[in-house]
C-alpha cells in the first residue's frame, strides 16, 4: 500500500508539473526568440539617422563600426551597393524594401531582419540585422535547468508526503492486521489504540468491540460448560456407591468410573482457568493406541471379538493431548462395540507418512450405507448422538487434517483419521526462534 500510494502521489505530481511546465517552457523559448528580434530592431533603427543624413558607404561603413555590430549588420543602398556585411538575397531585399515595416527571413540556423527605411526622392535604404542561433536561444537551457528543478522538487516533496501519509495508514492496518493475528490464536487480551484514517479508526473500534464480545461468549460457555459437568458428579456418586456394593467383579466398572469422574474433574477445571493462547502440546498416538486398547480389550474378551493393532510399535507424535486422542479413540472404538454384533472383528491400524499420521479402524460389521451422509449430519447409524465422530472430525480438522469414513477389507466400514504434523513442526520452529531471540 505505501509502494502504491507513493506511485500514485509521483504520477499526480508530474501530471501536474508536466501540465504547468511545458507551457511555461515554450513561453521561455518565445520571450528569448522575442527579445533577440527586438534586440535587432533597436540596433536597425540607431541607423535611420545616420541613414537621413547621408548614404555614402564609407561613412556608413564608420557609423557600422560604432555599432560595435559590424559583422551581423549591412546596409542595401538603393544604387545596388551596400555597406558592412550583407546575408540576405538581392529578392528578399526587393521584396521588403517595398514595404513599410521591418520582416523577418530565415538564414539557415539564425534570422534576418530586414528594415525599409525610405529616404528622399524615393529612395528606400534597406538595413539588415543577423540574428544569430545563439542569441535566440539565450538563457533557455538555464531557464528550462531551473523549470526542471522545481518539477522535481515539486515531485519530490509531493513523495516525500505521500510517503508520510503511506506510513501513517500502512502502520495502522499492520497493527490491526497483527491484532487479528494475534486474536486468531488465542490471545484473547489483545486490543489495539485506534488511529490513522477515519476507516482505519472505525475498523479498530469495531476489532475491539469484537473481541470484547468474543470473550463475553467464550467466558459464557465456559461457565455452561463447567455448570453442566458439575452436575454430572451427583449421578457419578451414586452410580460408585452402587458399585462398591456389588464386589470384585465390578473392579472394571469402578475403574472406568474413576477414569470419567476424573474426565469430568478435567473439564470442569479448564472450564474454570481464564482464556489464554492455546499451548503447543503433543503425545504419542502409539502409545496412546496401545493404552485404550488394552482397556477395550477385556470388553472384546468378553464378546469374543477378534482384534488387532498394527504399526504401534515406534513412536507416532501427532500434535493433540493425549487425554483429546484417547477420547476420541473411544468414541470410535465404542461405536464399533455398540454398532457391530458381538464376535465381529476389529483392526487398529497406525500409519506414518510424511508429515501426516493416520489412524485407521476398521470392522467387519454390516458398514455404514451412506458414509459421506454420516460425516454430513455428523451421526454414525442408527440409535448415535453423532458427537464421536463430530469430536474426532473436530479434533482432526485442529491439525490441518481430516476425517473419512469408507469401506473396510474385512467387509465393514473403516474410519480414517488423519492428523497433519508438519504445520505443528514449523509452528514449534517458530516459536523456539522469538523464545531465543526473546
Do not use: K, Y
Not at 539588415?128 to 531551473?146: C, I, K, N, Q, Y
Not at 470484547?212 to 451414586?238: F, G, K, Y
Not at 481464564?274 to 477395550?296: G, K, M, Q
Amino acid at each position: 500500500m505505501r509502494r502504491t500510494l507513493a506511485l500514485l502521489t509521483v504520477a499526480g505530481t508530474s501530471m501536474v508539473a508536466l501540465a504547468f511546465l511545458i507551457p511555461l517552457g515554450l513561453v521561455v523559448r518565445e520571450i528569448a526568440h522575442d527579445r533577440a528580434m527586438a534586440q535587432a530592431e533597436r540596433q536597425a533603427s540607431a541607423l535611420v539617422p545616420v541613414l537621413a543624413i547621408t548614404v555614402d558607404p564609407a561613412r556608413l561603413t564608420h557609423a557600422l563600426l560604432s555599432t560595435g555590430a559590424r559583422d551581423r549588420i549591412g546596409v542595401h543602398l538603393p544604387d545596388g551597393g551596400s555597406a558592412g556585411t550583407v546575408r540576405a538575397p538581392a529578392a528578399t531585399v526587393a521584396s521588403a524594401s517595398r514595404l513599410t515595416r521591418a520582416v523577418t527571413a530565415e538564414l539557415g540556423s539564425g534570422r534576418l531582419l530586414l528594415r525599409p527605411v525610405a529616404l528622399d526622392g524615393g529612395r528606400t535604404v534597406v538595413v539588415e540585422v543577423f540574428v544569430p542561433p545563439g542569441d535566440l536561444t539565450r538563457g533557455v537551457t538555464a531557464s528550462w535547468a531551473v523549470l526542471s528543478g522545481v518539477a522535481a522538487a515539486l515531485v519530490a516533496g509531493s513523495l516525500l508526503v505521500g510517503d508520510r501519509l503511506g506510513v501513517r495508514v500502512v502502520r495502522s492496518a499492520r497493527r490491526l492486521g497483527r491484532a487479528a493475528g494475534a486474536l486468531g490464536a488465542g490471545d484473547l487480551s489483545v486490543r489495539i489504540e485506534p488511529e490513522g484514517p477515519p476507516e482505519l479508526v472505525a475498523a479498530g473500534e469495531a476489532f475491539n468491540s469484537m473481541a470484547d464480545r468474543v470473550v463475553q461468549l467464550l467466558a459464557a460457555e465456559r461457565e455452561m460448560a463447567a455448570d453442566l459437568s458439575h452436575r454430572l458428579r451427583t449421578p457419578l456418586a451414586a452410580l460408585r456407591l452402587s458399585l462398591e456394593h456389588l464386589g470384585p467383579e465390578a473392579e472394571q466398572s469402578r475403574n472406568a468410573l474413576g477414569r470419567l469422574e476424573a474426565e469430568v474433574d478435567q473439564i470442569i477445571a479448564t472450564a474454570r482457568q481464564p482464556s489464554r493462547a492455546p499451548e503447543l502440546v503433543h503425545c504419542d498416538a502409539a502409545e496412546v493406541l496401545r493404552e485404550r486398547l488394552t482397556f477395550w480389550s477385556a470388553l472384546a474378551e468378553d464378546q469374543r471379538r477378534p482384534w488387532e493393532l498394527i504399526g504401534a510399535s515406534a513412536p507416532a507424535r501427532v500434535p493433540v493431548a493425549a487425554t483429546e486422542l484417547g477420547a476420541v479413540l473411544d468414541a470410535l472404538l465404542g461405536n464399533v462395540f455398540r454398532h457391530t454384533p458381538e464376535g465381529t472383528g476389529f483392526t487398529v491400524t497406525l500409519h506414518q507418512g510424511t508429515g501426516t499420521v493416520g489412524v485407521l479402524i476398521a470392522d467387519a460389521g454390516p458398514g455404514i450405507g451412506d458414509p459421506e451422509a454420516a460425516l454430513r449430519r455428523g451421526a454414525s447409524g442408527a440409535g448415535s448422538t453423532g458427537l464421536g465422530l463430530d469430536i474426532a472430525r473436530r479434533l482432526a480438522e485442529s491439525t490441518g487434517g481430516s476425517l473419512r469414513i469408507d469401506a473396510s477389507s474385512m467387509g465393514g466400514a473403516r474410519v480414517q483419521l488423519w492428523f497433519r504434523t508438519d504445520r505443528h513442526e514449523r509452528r514449534s520452529g517458530r516459536v523456539r526462534t522469538r523464545r531465543e531471540r526473546g
